[in-house]
């Protein structure tokens, strides 16, 4: 394959005057793979971490901010985590661009079969043979005989030290930032640190299982052999299918291990709820694969919703939406058979639903902390909803819901959503460059100076360009992708400026490749649940706990809104304080004064992002000009 593609157009191309980009399709492929391992590595605490061979490498950080301190902290701390979550999108998206022509995996399959091979070791192993049912971690079987995720890297190098204390200076010290030991609130570190650590022992959930379904079915377009392994893995689908709709958030159930939720996420999105009082059921997707029930049985084994509650992540619905889009879509009709049932049905029609509510009233930008509970990033919304569209445009299904799904999104994809994002950009006033800025390196203050450093700056710009590609260009008859005959010009415009900056930078060394790609639900001490309205507190054996103390607060306390609460009454519990915090009605942004949280950076998912949104972009382009 050549090294590089050069656009076979004209100097300057005749329909909005961009000049032709040389696209490094070989050297951002090779990049990629440069960042999978190779090998299996065990822990070897502080010299070597754990890894699996196929995985690609992601390390957890922390979004902190400030002086040049502050800064290197979030910089040089990084730990190299193992999570089968950034492999999964990277193969999905390495599959998106060898389906446009722009690298060939059949040249290199060890990357992908080594990959698939690592992913493997996510099963949730607490479900029966062959359920698609994933976990963002590899698990270890632990004494009562249960599955319990493992992240190896976080978890057993504690255990060398005394204290969070001790764990925190030898950090500072190996970075060289000791000075930062008097100035950091050790406490409320500690809280943090217990609490992270109390989230390792996660369930299953919705999010990974969706993306992983989704992966290995579109793996049918151009491996089938491949598929065919995966498949034979992943064929129960039938416990996915029954899980997704026992788990739903259920807001006008009787039953309150379906209708309870996570305060948060009540906040933000009651006014979806009353809108469907009295109009049949309402299913939602949720986060966690378990409910109150279950998390009562299993949390002092190995298994535990963080907060003891389960929650609603637009981003979580954005890709469950898109696995059951690919399931109706993919599947054989003998597999779509045994899958789909009315009330899957009716949970796609619900998340849809939400999804366009929460981008048409805003409150994806306002309140990004609890509508985006574990995808900080705005763009990554608006691409996860947008891939949803584009597997719909050339729908051959005879399944009448998709195409009311597909006018849902396009709506609200075609219009809010797409302003949305060209209201974000930033115009280079100097060069035809677009690009977009979210928040990672944004709010430092240098020699009294504020400064922007965009440290994700170029994940940004390549999500940003997939979204748009993904609401804007669709496969035809005669291009892999083509503009819609209805985009508007200065769509086209944005992203061929965006393709230009990415193209210019994103193997060069300004700017840094770091990402949010994922996050804790923490984002700052006035983000934690219970500092927002419940109706149920209780400790794990039912005793009702006034929400009045901060003491009272533990790691078995269930705080939770069940069922619907009259909004009348609602609005007089915001006014009231809640274990002695009033209620986070707004939020100051995610470098705000005492944000901050932890965080996922990969930067083999940024380059991939970006090979592909330009893979999109060149092939529309190209299209265009034939």
């Known amino acids: 394959m050549k090294t590089m593609i050069l656009l076979l157009l004209c100097l300057v191309c005749p329909f909005h005057g961009e000049a032709a980009l040389e696209v490094h399709f070989d050297d951002l492929y090779n990049q990629i793979r440069s960042g999978q391992y190779a090998y299996d590595q065990d822990l070897h605490f502080p010299l070597l971490y754990k890894q699996i061979k196929g995985l690609w490498v992601s390390y957890g950080k922390v979004n902190?901010?400030?002086?040049?301190?502050?800064?290197?902290?979030?910089?040089?701390?990084?730990?190299?985590?193992?999570?089968?979550?950034?492999?999964?999108?990277?193969?999905?998206?390495?599959?998106?661009?060898?389906?446009?022509?722009?690298i060939n995996l059949n040249d290199d399959m060890d990357t992908?079969?080594?990959?698939?091979?690592?992913?493997?070791?996510?099963?949730?192993?607490?479900?029966?043979?062959?359920?698609?049912?994933?976990?963002?971690?590899?698990?270890?079987?632990?004494?009562?005989?249960?599955?319990?995720?493992?992240?190896?890297?976080?978890?057993?190098?504690?255990?060398?030290?005394?204290?969070?204390?001790?764990?925190?200076?030898?950090?500072?010290?190996?970075?060289?930032?000791?000075?930062?030991w008097d100035k950091l609130d050790l406490k409320l570190i500690n809280q943090f640190v217990n609490i992270a650590i109390d989230s390792f022992v996660i369930p299953s959930d919705f999010d990974d299982s969706a993306v992983h379904l989704t992966m290995g079915l579109k793996l049918r377009d151009h491996f089938p052999s491949v598929a065919a392994d995966w498949w034979s893995r992943n064929s129960n689908v039938q416990v996915l299918s029954k899980m997704w709709t026992q788990f739903a958030y259920q807001p006008y159930s009787s039953d309150v291990n379906v209708n309870s939720i996570d305060p948060r996420t009540y906040f933000w999105i009651r006014g979806f709820v009353q809108k469907y009082e009295g109009t049949g059921p309402l299913r939602l997707i949720a986060t966690w694969t378990s409910n109150l029930q279950n998390n009562n049985q299993t949390m002092h084994k190995g298994i535990k919703m963080p907060f003891n509650s389960n929650?609603?992540?637009?981003?979580?619905?954005?890709?469950?939406?898109?696995?059951?889009?690919?399931?109706?879509?993919?599947m054989t009709p003998q597999e779509f058979q045994s899958f789909w049932t009315p009330e899957l049905e009716g949970l796609l029609l619900n998340s849809t639903n939400l999804l366009s509510w929460t981008m048409e009233t805003g409150i994806c930008l306002t309140r990004a902390d609890i509508v985006l509970l574990y995808y900080p990033p705005?763009?990554?919304?608006?691409?996860?909803?947008?891939?949803?569209?584009?597997?719909?445009?050339?729908?051959?299904?005879?399944?009448?819901?998709?195409?009311?799904?597909?006018?849902?999104?396009?709506?609200?994809?075609?219009?809010?959503?797409?302003?949305?994002?060209?209201s974000l950009r930033v115009d280079d006033p100097s060069n035809p460059w677009t690009y977009w800025d979210d928040f990672l390196g944004n709010n430092d203050t240098i020699n009294g100076v504020v400064e922007n450093s965009g440290?994700?700056?170029?994940?940004?710009?390549?999500?940003?360009?997939?979204?748009?590609?993904?609401?804007?260009?669709?496969?035809?008859?005669?291009?892999?992708?083509?503009?819609?005959?209805?985009?508007?010009?200065?769509?086209?415009?944005?992203?061929?400026?965006?393709?230009?900056?990415?193209?210019?930078?994103?193997?060069?060394?300004?700017?840094?490749?770091?990402?949010?790609?994922?996050?804790?639900?923490?984002?700052?001490v006035r983000s934690l649940p219970y500092y927002f309205p419940g109706n149920k507190i209780c400790t794990l054996n039912g005793t009702v706990v006034p929400p009045v103390n901060e003491s009272d607060i533990n790691e078995d306390l269930t705080d939770v809104v069940s069922g619907v609460i009259d909004e009348e009454t609602y609005l007089n519990l915001l006014n009231q304080q809640w274990f002695g915090q009033d209620v986070p009605t707004t939020f100051p942004g995610f470098n705000g004064d005492g944000v901050f949280f932890p965080f996922w950076s990969s930067p083999p998912f940024t380059y991939a992002a970006a090979l592909t949104g330009l893979a999109k972009w060149e092939t529309a382009t190209v299209c265009v000009n034939q």
């Open 64 to 102: 902190t901010h400030g002086d040049e301190e502050l800064k290197l902290l979030r910089r040089l701390f990084a730990v190299p985590d193992n999570n089968g979550f950034v492999t999964a999108w990277i193969v999905e998206l390495l599959l998106e661009a060898h389906e446009l022509g722009r």
């Open 112 to 180: 992908l079969t080594n990959a698939l091979h690592a992913l493997e070791e996510c099963r949730d192993k607490n479900q029966p043979p062959q359920a698609p049912v994933y976990a963002f971690w590899s698990q270890i079987q632990n004494q009562y005989g249960i599955w319990e995720e493992h992240p190896t890297n976080f978890v057993e190098p504690l255990s060398e030290f005394n204290s969070v204390d001790d764990a925190i200076y030898w950090v500072l010290t190996t970075l060289g930032l000791q000075s930062l």
């Open 311 to 330: 929650n609603v992540d637009a981003s979580v619905v954005a890709n469950g939406v898109l696995g059951l889009i690919t399931s109706a879509l993919k």
């Open 378 to 422: 705005i763009y990554n919304f608006y691409w996860f909803t947008a891939r949803s569209l584009v597997a719909l445009r050339n729908n051959t299904s005879s399944l009448p819901i998709l195409d009311t799904v597909k006018n849902i999104l396009q709506k609200t994809l075609e219009g809010t959503a797409t302003q949305q994002i060209l």
């Open 455 to 524: 440290e994700d700056r170029l994940y940004s710009t390549a999500i940003a360009l997939n979204a748009l590609m993904d609401i804007w260009s669709a496969p035809t008859d005669s291009c892999k992708r083509q503009w819609l005959p209805n985009t508007p010009q200065e769509v086209k415009t944005v992203t061929t400026n965006a393709a230009t900056f990415l193209n210019k930078y994103i193997l060069a060394s300004d700017y840094l490749p770091e990402n949010c790609f994922f996050s804790g639900s923490m984002k700052g």
